[in-house]
């Protein structure tokens, strides 16, 4: 019976932490949406992955398991797109994996009255994504110099 009620509770976190989730990204949505109506498109561009990755970061600080469930880690197979975490961590990651989509939204909105600024905002969400993607490639072309040996220990034990 005990180990039901642990599992009722682990359910329940679960669901916390789910439904904490579609909250902000419902609300990065809803701050998206309202400055792009307003006319302020490159506030816009950046508001659902600034919201997001915000609260990835905070999660990350008040939570034991760091940056689990980071939409970054969705990427980890592909290699050009993965070296940007090695100057932006995971963070950098979903933020542009929010932007492009963004950049696309926004351009499809203003395509029929305002095509030239639809067509900029367009390529900068392709242009980030573009040099991230170059950067990737010629980092991962690059001759290895150097190897690391690196060693993880962990234990359940709590430290005394």
């Known amino acids: 019976m005990e180990l039901l009620d642990e599992d009722a509770g682990d359910a329940g976190i679960w ?10 990204f419902a609300a990065g949505v809803l701050l ?7 006319g302020a498109v490159r506030s816009g561009l950046v508001a659902l992955p600034a919201v997001w990755v915000t ?5 990350n600080l008040t939570t034991p398991h760091g940056s689990a ?8 197979r592909f290699l ?9 961590g995971p963070w950098g990651m979903s933020f542009v994996l929010l932007l492009f989509p963004a950049a696309i939204a926004i351009g499809l909105h203003l395509r029929q009255t305002s095509p030239k600024r639809a067509l900029q905002v367009a390529g ?5 994504v573009a040099a991230v993607l170059v950067f990737g490639a010629v980092r991962l072309a690059m001759p290895m110099t150097e ?9 359940d034990e709590k430290a005394r």
């Open 15 to 24: 669901v916390g932490i789910f439904l904490a989730a579609s909250v902000v």
């Open 32 to 38: 998206f949406r309202v400055l792009v109506l307003r």
């Open 55 to 59: 609260s990835e970061y905070v999660r």
């Open 69 to 76: 469930g980071s939409l970054a880690y969705s990427q980890l």
């Open 80 to 88: 050009p797109f993965l070296q940007l975490a090695s100057i932006t």
């Open 124 to 128: 900068a969400g392709i242009g980030v």
């Open 147 to 155: 190897t690391a040996r690196v060693g993880l220990i962990t234990s």
